[in-house]
């Protein structure tokens, strides 16, 4: 945490003072919003009847990819930790199905069951033993869009290397980490496009507001428990 930054200015996004509500420039219009959009649309490049899965799909990301999928006519999949979250990716953003992977014993099976066509586009939120089942799943030309692996950050060792490569070989994988900041000189097309998508109806979001900066670091630990549903946010005070 800190209470002041120095920069050159090069990287500041100004925020439009008219977003109702503000906290959605942190969140669908902010970071995460342009991280789901550029990693999907360009990274992953998904085709119309597609078949998009995401994991860590209930986040701030995930929510927001499986919505654009949607968008661009594909069959968006997700993957969440409780009941309440695939309830909400299933009844609030039209996703085609999700699973709970906490309650799932055997996620390669779960998948194959889900997706019997296989799934042309992963978005990686998570790693871990999820992706590995996510590995045999992929089709011909499927891409990967790797953007966070919350599974490993707080290991003290990593417990997974690089392994199950011999599908991307036969089936000619894909597989790209990306950053928002890669994009930061298309962010305002981004935001455009973004915000008539939001206020047409066709996205939506949720999000976890916790009061007070002194419960900022337990906000923090919900959130890589996953106990957040859309962006964990700690309000500081009233505008």
């Known amino acids: 945490w800190q209470e002041y930054g120095i920069s050159t200015g090069d990287e500041l996004v100004k ?44 986040g701030a990301v995930g929510s927001i990819v499986g919505q654009l999928a949607k968008i661009e006519g594909c069959r968006a ?14 009844g609030d953003l039209g996703f085609d199905a999700a699973f709970n992977y906490k309650k799932t014993e055997n996620y390669r ?55 199950l490569l011999q599908y991307f070989i036969v089936k000619r994988i894909r597989m ?4 928002v900041f890669d994009f930061i000189n298309r962010y305002q097309e981004g935001l455009k496009q973004m915000t008539k998508w939001l206020h047409s109806g066709k996205l939506k979001y949720r999000e976890t507001i916790v009061d007070g900066f002194e419960n900022a670091p337990t906000a923090f630990i919900n959130m890589l428990k996953g106990r957040n549903i859309g962006k ?4 500081v005070s009233d505008l």
């Open 176 to 179: 790209q980490g990306f950053l």
């Open 109 to 163: 099976h779960k998948l194959k069951e889900l997706v019997p066509e296989g799934t042309d586009v992963y978005f990686d939120n998570v790693g871990g033993k999820i992706t590995d089942a996510v590995f045999p799943n992929l089709n011909l030309r499927a891409r990967i869009a790797i953007c966070g692996q919350i599974s490993q950050y707080n290991l003290t060792e990593q417990e997974l290397g690089p392994r």
């Open 232 to 235: 964990q946010l700690v309000k």
């Open 15 to 58: 925020v439009n003072p008219d977003i109702t509500p503000i906290s959605t420039a942190l969140g669908i219009l902010g970071m995460p919003g342009l991280t789901a959009y550029f990693g999907l649309l360009d990274v992953c490049q998904p085709k119309a009847e597609e078949t998009v899965l995401v994991s860590g799909a209930a």
């Open 77 to 90: 999949v997700g993957i969440a930790g409780t009941d309440k979250k695939i309830n909400y990716l299933l």
